[in-house]
């Protein structure tokens, strides 16, 4: 899938929700390509849109997507600002952008509604993935005897996640009957946690960009650590602290596997969580977003969002190769007021001195 590259007017892109690092990461890759692009930003809250200002030419501020003139709102900026595609995130803009997408004109280049509406339940993802990918034996806890026959047939320890959600919100692990109990009642979250079996080995991460059902080009990560993981249930967080790209097969197979389970014609982004007990297994498909601390790609010679954009507006663009598409090795260490830091892992002790 190799096309010839041309000429043509700079793309005007609107990232939806640029306060968040899913919007910051796709804006720094574009402005690695400053030439080629015109950054408009967006948000709806009234403090994080302001670091739109760091990557955007112009940025607005906007209602909550579940708002009823959010949609009329967005139309307005795609036709003042003469955008080309409009990139969303968070989930609830993804979801609102999806369900609305004939309204904006303007190139989108996103998955089926319907699937979407899977990838954002994690239960439903489940139901659809079971005989078809590996993945951790669940149950969706509606009352109290599913916790009952969790702990029978799942595992003595149990992964509690809400079947909704990013960031590892609500999930916690519970080792005994009373303390998932507790926990699914203190949250009054019956019919709406998954039990899952417990997995402890590495967590991985895979992104995979499609147009019209063909895989253009993808790369894996290895999440080392999380922020704040301490003060988390179950250690997870959502936002990396420390991560890794890397060349791993299994996990280029496995996630392939869910999103052809997921959707008979892939389109747009897909992000595919994996944790390993022995054999890789799905925990999470994301359709059409890219995870929190993807830009790690683009320092690692991988700019999906690039190819992103200009497949999006049906530009011509030389494609690189289907997997395994970045070098493998790089560390990126992320913190709450600092700029990332980024160093191959074979240089990891340099420049550091010990006592």
């Not at 948000?43 to 670091?51: E, I, L």
Request: hydrophobic share 40%; with cysteine.
């Amino acid at each position: 899938m190799v096309c010839e590259a041309n000429m043509r007017k700079k793309i005007t892109v609107l990232l939806t929700g640029i306060g968040g690092n899913t919007a910051q990461g796709f804006a720094r890759s574009l402005l690695k390509f400053r030439s080629e692009f015109n950054i408009i930003g967006s948000d709806s809250d009234k403090y994080n849109v302001r670091f739109g200002n760091n990557y955007s030419d112009r940025v607005y501020l906007v209602p909550k997507p579940d708002a009823e003139d959010y949609i009329a709102l967005v139309s307005r900026i795609v036709e003042k600002e003469k955008v080309d595609l409009v990139v969303p995130s968070p989930d609830p803009e993804v979801s609102a952008i999806s369900k609305h997408r004939q309204e904006l004109d303007a190139a989108i280049l996103l998955p089926d509604h319907a699937v979407i509406e899977t990838a954002q339940d994690k239960w439903l993802t489940y139901v659809a993935l079971e005989g078809k990918a590996r993945q951790p034996r669940s149950i969706l806890i509606e009352r109290y005897e599913d916790l009952e026959r969790s702990f029978s047939e799942i595992n003595k320890t149990l992964w509690l996640r809400n079947r909704r959600g990013a960031g590892g919100s609500r999930s916690f692990v519970a080792n005994t009957l009373d303390e998932a109990e507790f926990w699914v009642e203190y949250w009054r979250g019956y019919g709406q946690f998954v039990a899952s079996e417990m997995l402890r080995g590495r967590n991985l991460c895979w992104i995979g960009l499609y147009k019209n059902g063909e895989l253009v080009s993808s790369g894996g990560y290895h999440r080392l650590r999380y922020f704040s993981a301490h003060v988390s249930p179950t250690g997870i967080t959502g936002n990396v602290n420390a991560g890794m790209t890397i060349h791993d097969d299994r996990l280029n197979a496995a996630a392939e596997q869910a999103v052809a389970a997921m959707d008979k014609k892939p389109n747009g982004v897909y992000t595919v969580d994996v944790k390993e007990n022995g054999d890789p297994k799905i925990t999470e498909v994301n359709a059409g977003r890219f995870h929190a601390s993807f830009y790690v790609y683009a320092e690692a010679g991988l700019n999906l969002p690039y190819y992103y954009a200009k497949l999006a507006v049906g530009e011509s663009v030389k494609l690189p190769q289907r997997r395994n598409a970045l070098k493998a090795g790089l560390v990126t260490i992320r913190n709450l007021d600092n700029d990332p830091v980024m160093v191959w892992h074979d240089d990891l002790g340099k420049g550091i001195l010990t006592p």
